[in-house]
């Protein structure tokens, strides 16, 4: 990748033609506020700043195409700096969204358990009483998941703390420290139990949608630059060929007209140059073309 692009500046990067044409496409009319909270994410977290901008706008492309924010603070998307460059994890909010599409759920959700509040649980009928009134501390002891579809099927499931952290220290590879979190599971260690109690219950025993299954292959492939060192959720990696080799192509593309293009262009190579710029977003979005 061209070190021109992954070193501007976010707020420049996304100024670029070929950029702004790509947010235009998958976007439509969403495309200006999407490059806006962008902007304004890469500005507020001075870890992206130093990472490959162009990672950072593959990362949110990822986002883009399963139609989920990408602020931080919403907890759909976080896109996480490390090393160099940057990577998109759904959170458990993003779950819930994408199973709420496929129409099938009556109800879903995952809490957080205090000390006191879980009465009794039984593995085997997965009946569980769960009282906030007796909280008795703050100290967080477990995770419970739950839904119903439509059909009225129903699963319940219940995380210790100590299942919790046996799952994220099995998962965090060549950290060396694992003891102590860090990354996102530092940071948001809660939202991201809630996101892994979600991501099981639904994976295994909930109807998907297939941009649910895009979804989990994505949070389970190990991309080929080999990020193995990501604080992340049972292999939190992004299988970036459907958006990242397919940015890169269209940056590539334009590059190479900034540096070979002549001084006049006529119309019709324009169009064409137009109508492979959108072949190549279709692969991203795998939506048919306009």
Not at 144 to 160: A, D, H, Q, S
């Amino acid at each position: 990748m061209d070190n021109q692009l992954a070193n501007l500046p976010m707020k420049k990067l996304v100024q670029q033609n070929a950029i702004q044409d790509m947010m235009k496409r998958t976007l439509g009319s969403k495309a200006q506020q999407f490059t806006t909270s962008l902007v304004n994410i890469v500005n507020s977290n001075q870890q992206l700043k130093n990472v490959d901008q162009m990672s950072v706008i593959q990362s949110a492309m990822v986002a883009a195409s399963l139609d989920l924010p990408i602020d931080p603070n919403l907890g759909y998307m976080w896109l996480v700096p490390y090393k160099h460059s940057a990577t998109p994890q759904i959170g458990y909010k993003g779950y819930i969204q994408l199973a709420q599409r496929t129409g099938q759920y009556k109800a879903m959700n995952a809490v957080v358990v205090h000390e006191g509040e879980l009465v009794s649980w039984n593995p085997l009928s997965e009946e569980v009483v769960f009282d906030p009134t007796k909280r008795a501390s703050d100290e967080v002891v477990g995770y419970i998941g739950y839904f119903r579809l439509l059909n009225g099927f129903e699963k319940t499931v219940y995380w210790t703390k100590d299942q919790m952290e046996d799952h994220r220290k099995r998962f965090v590879k060549g950290k060396g420290g694992q003891d102590k979190p860090s990354g996102v599971w530092g940071t948001d260690y809660d939202a991201m139990a809630l996101k892994t109690v979600i991501r099981g219950l639904l994976s295994k025993w909930g109807p998907m949608s297939v941009q649910m299954e895009k979804a989990i292959q994505m949070d389970d492939k190990e991309p080929e630059n080999e990020r193995q060192n990501i604080d992340a959720d049972e292999n939190e990696f992004v299988d970036e060929t459907a958006a990242s080799e397919t940015t890169e192509q269209m940056l590539d593309e334009f590059i190479k007209k900034q540096t070979d293009k002549p001084e006049t262009v006529d119309a019709d190579e324009h169009n064409q140059d137009d109508q492979k710029q959108g072949e190549l977003l279709d692969e991203v979005t795998n939506q048919p073309k306009e």
